[in-house]
């Protein structure tokens, strides 16, 4: 039973992925953690448990080459298609609310 925890470990491990996001404002970068978390959280208690605790870390780089920020945002490859499904629900909400 230990084994078979073991190989599921490893193959959540090599599904995971990381996005970059360049921020050039505050603002931006507000709004896409407050995205994010509100994300993370709503399925803390649901599909990803163990993910959504290591997620809610965002680690930012400052890129100074470019003098931006970099967002990175990291995950299962599930719980990131999940956020940009997530992204599009508001998006249509607020066009809606717009109307």
Known sequence: ???????????????????????????????????????????SNESFPQQSAQALKTPIVYNIEKDELELILSGTEEMLKELTQHIQQLNQTIKQQKK
Do not use: C, D, F
Request: glycine share 2%.
């Open 1 to 43: 039973m230990e084994k078979n925890e073991k190989l599921t470990g490893i193959q959540e491990q090599e599904k995971e992925k990381v996005v970059t996001i360049p921020i050039k404002e505050i603002n931006q970068l507000k709004v896409i953690l407050a995205i994010w978390y509100s994300y993370v959280l709503s399925k």
